[in-house]
């Protein structure tokens, strides 16, 4: 199909059009649509539009010519959104004030050239799509680049959306937009910390996250959003690993995307339950890439030497402790900062469990009991920890086990589990708690 044909197929185009020119006021498809339409993406259901005056009133004077609702979306930006819903769909049509003076001022307010493909509404389909920055261009080359370095310094958050823009749309960010990107990274302390989670977890969201994040790590931009990362890069770890605390932190991630573009996705269980929403647009998957992040935290806090080997008692849980502050200080929800704690507290478990060839069935019930929910993660994330640690003390053999091991206590989660509930094991602690004996 055609760009103007799909131009051609969004509901109430023409409506937008016969309005526009009612009220003599130029109106522009402008960015996402029609970037998405070069990319030859699915369905988009968000449409943006620059109005030439009166913005306000046209989005208002549309919902009510459709019977639509209308909102506010930014006052200080004269940004108004009309809410459509059709058949199973929900659309966004945006409607945005021109910017500047003229049409060229406004797309040199953008943030990114791919951001900048303009339509004119009034005279289509009788019009070619307009553009001013070779926005086209830098799409056929598949490249993210900055309308301008002023861009970033009017709106800090746009040094992650080039990353997230790269996880959705595996773009690449050319050189002098990477350079912006570090050079103002300390900006990021003055975006709110909902703008910052939004854009972190897009990039999450992508199957092949570790890429970007490793880049933002080696930018610094990371440890602008994450600042416990400063103190654990470097950190020694002893013969059993062969990468510094962070390092092997990102190796973790890494391994577990893996692990799951070759393994856990053939799994409909383990996928429907990674998929499982913990807050809006935020899924189960998502903490547990953050806490593969942030599972080991605590170790510089908790380093120190028992004769000639480094230890690291109690990381896990001065570790859990650190990232219930960071998802305080990012917004998370009740749910999610306590699924996070639950992943960093428990992630030394499973390799306790791991020590026989297969543990007891009452061990089994006492992990399950204590992890609850965020078992089947607390074990994806030992196996990938274990993955990423391959030091030269490390043991083949015991790694085998520890795998073998690991996938038998999954398959006794979804075979076992949803049969009947898992007994609660009674124990000294239980009857102490009970009788008020502690």
């Known amino acids: 199909m055609q760009i103007k044909d799909k131009v051609a197929s969004i509901p109430y185009l023409f409506s937008i059009k016969r309005l526009a020119n009612e009220t003599k006021v130029n109106v522009y498809l402008v960015g996402g649509f029609l970037r998405d339409l070069?990319?030859?993406?699915?369905?988009?259901?968000?449409?943006?539009?620059?109005?030439?005056?009166?913005?306000?009133?046209?989005?208002?004077?549309?919902?009510?010519?459709?019977?639509?609702?209308?909102?506010?979306?930014?006052?200080?930006?004269r940004t108004y959104r009309v809410i459509v819903k059709r058949k199973e769909n929900i659309y966004h049509y945006d409607f945005s004030q021109l910017k500047g003076s003229n049409l060229e001022e406004d797309l040199l307010k953008r943030d990114f050239s791919i951001n900048t493909l303009l339509l004119n509404v009034n005279r289509f389909p009788h019009v070619q799509v307009i553009d001013r920055l070779k926005a086209i261009r830098d799409l056929r080359k598949k490249i993210i680049r900055a309308v301008s370095e002023e861009v970033i310094l009017e709106d800090p958050l746009r040094i992650l959306r080039a990353f997230s823009l790269w996880a959705r749309y595996n773009l690449r960010i050319e050189t002098q937009t990477l350079k912006f990107l570090k050079k103002h990274k300390a900006l990021l302390k003055k975006v709110s910390p909902e703008r910052i989670n939004e854009e972190l977890f897009k990039i999450l969201d992508s199957h092949y996250s570790y890429s970007i994040i490793k880049k933002m790590s080696d930018l610094f931009i990371l440890d602008e959003i994450i600042p416990s990362i400063r103190k654990?890069?470097?950190?020694?770890?002893?013969?059993?690993?062969?990468?510094?605390v962070w390092e092997h932190s990102l190796q973790t991630l890494s391994?577990?995307?893996?692990?799951?573009?070759?393994?856990?996705?053939?799994?409909?269980?383990?996928?429907?339950?990674?998929?499982?929403?913990?807050?809006?647009?935020?899924?189960?998957?998502?903490?547990?890439?953050?806490?593969?992040?942030?599972?080991?935290?605590?170790?510089?806090f908790a380093k120190g030497v028992k004769g000639k080997k480094t230890i690291f008692h109690t990381h896990e849980k001065i570790g859990a402790e650190l990232a219930?502050?960071?998802?305080?200080?990012?917004?998370?929800?009740?749910?999610?900062?306590?699924?996070?704690?639950?992943?960093?507290?428990?992630?030394?478990?499973?390799?306790?469990?791991a020590g026989e060839i297969f543990p007891s069935q009452r061990a089994i019930y006492r992990f399950f009991r204590d992890?609850?929910?965020?078992?089947?993660?607390v074990i994806l994330l030992s196996l990938a920890d274990w993955r990423a640690t391959r030091g030269p003390l490390t043991n083949r053999e015991k790694r085998l086990i520890h795998e073998r091991v690991m996938f038998k206590l999954i398959d006794f989660y979804f075979n076992e589990r949803k049969k009947k509930p898992l007994p609660k094991v009674v124990d000294g602690f239980d009857i102490m708690k009970k009788f008020n004996l502690a």
């Open 255 to 300: 391994r577990f995307e893996i692990l799951y573009r070759r393994r856990l996705v053939k799994s409909s269980e383990i996928v429907d339950y990674l998929n499982q929403e913990l807050a809006k647009n935020r899924k189960r998957i998502h903490i547990l890439k953050l806490a593969c992040l942030l599972h080991d935290i605590g170790k510089p």
């Open 38 to 77: 070069y990319l030859k993406r699915g369905e988009n259901f968000d449409f943006d539009f620059i109005v030439e005056r009166n913005a306000e009133e046209f989005s208002i004077a549309f919902s009510q010519k459709i019977n639509c609702k209308w909102i506010v979306l930014d006052k200080e930006e």
């Open 371 to 377: 992890t609850e929910e965020e078992g089947v993660s």
């Open 324 to 353: 219930q502050e960071f998802a305080q200080e990012i917004k998370l929800s009740v749910k999610e900062k306590e699924v996070l704690r639950k992943l960093i507290f428990w992630h030394l478990r499973p390799g306790y469990l």
């Open 232 to 244: 654990s890069r470097g950190v020694y770890q002893g013969g059993y690993h062969h990468l510094d």
